[in-house]
């Protein structure tokens, strides 16, 4: 079973838009990280973000972290046509044995027009 | 450095049939994770090897075998290929053992089973 749910489904923007991906989980956590995909393609880390951390940046990159609420967001600033991909959350699960075992969302398509 | 490579990457199967996906990594990683994606989901875990020598289950391991041959080495075998098992397939791999740390990903081996 997925241990994320993301929200939207599919976002379409223009560019030089701001873009919100929105991912909840169930479980406790070790960390939390972001992926992008692009179409046929392996997936890209972006930004990890640890279970004590409430906010990293990376570039255009902006992460956030409710642990009380079990859910994250990634914010991509003045985005561009070249951001066009799908975006996945991913949860490290608590506690020392988890071997770096990551359970994805379903993921986020977006849509960067020129 | 060639990250992660998959071979083959493309795969056409009769039902019934057997394969094995190779996969490699050239970063001296000690990690390494076969995942599954099916259209429309994100990534789901079907074996991991936390450093060399050892094998675990993932989300979905019924179907598969893996085999660690060395540490640079990690195969995924479908004994006897079923329509379900239809996907593509990435092969990731991470330096740390435990602990904290990005997964990269291989480009996927996209395996139709008919």
């Known amino acids: 079973s997925q241990q994320g749910e993301e929200d939207p489904q599919a976002l379409s923007i223009q560019e030089g838009e701001n873009a919100t991906m929105n991912c909840s989980y169930k479980t406790s956590i070790n960390n939390l990280q972001w992926y992008r995909q692009n179409s046929g393609r392996g997936l890209v880390h972006l930004i990890l973000?640890?279970?004590?951390?409430r906010e990293k940046h990376s570039g255009r990159l902006r992460v956030t972290l409710d642990t009380s609420k079990k859910s994250s967001s990634l914010l991509i600033t003045a985005s561009r046509a070249a951001d066009t991909a799908s975006y996945f959350c991913?949860?490290?699960?608590?506690?020392?044995?988890?071997?770096?075992?990551?359970?994805f969302g379903q993921g986020t398509i977006l849509t960067v027009h020129p | 450095n060639a990250g992660v490579t998959q071979t083959p990457k493309f795969q056409v199967l009769k039902t019934g049939q057997s394969m094995t996906l190779q996969c490699a990594q050239d970063m001296n990683h000690n990690s390494m994770y076969w995942y599954r994606q099916d259209p429309g989901m994100g990534l789901r875990l079907i074996y991991y090897s936390a450093s060399e020598g050892t094998t675990d289950k993932g989300e979905v391991p019924n179907g598969y075998n893996v085999s660690r041959l060395n540490k640079r080495e990690f195969s995924l075998r479908l004994e006897s290929a079923a329509p379900s098992q239809t996907s593509v397939y990435f092969c990731a791999s991470r330096a740390l053992a435990g602990g904290l740390g990005e997964q990269f990903f291989g480009p996927g081996t996209r395996l139709t089973v008919l």
């Open positions: 991913a949860t490290d699960g608590a506690g020392g044995t988890s071997y770096g075992k990551l359970t």
């Open positions: 973000i640890r279970s004590n951390e």
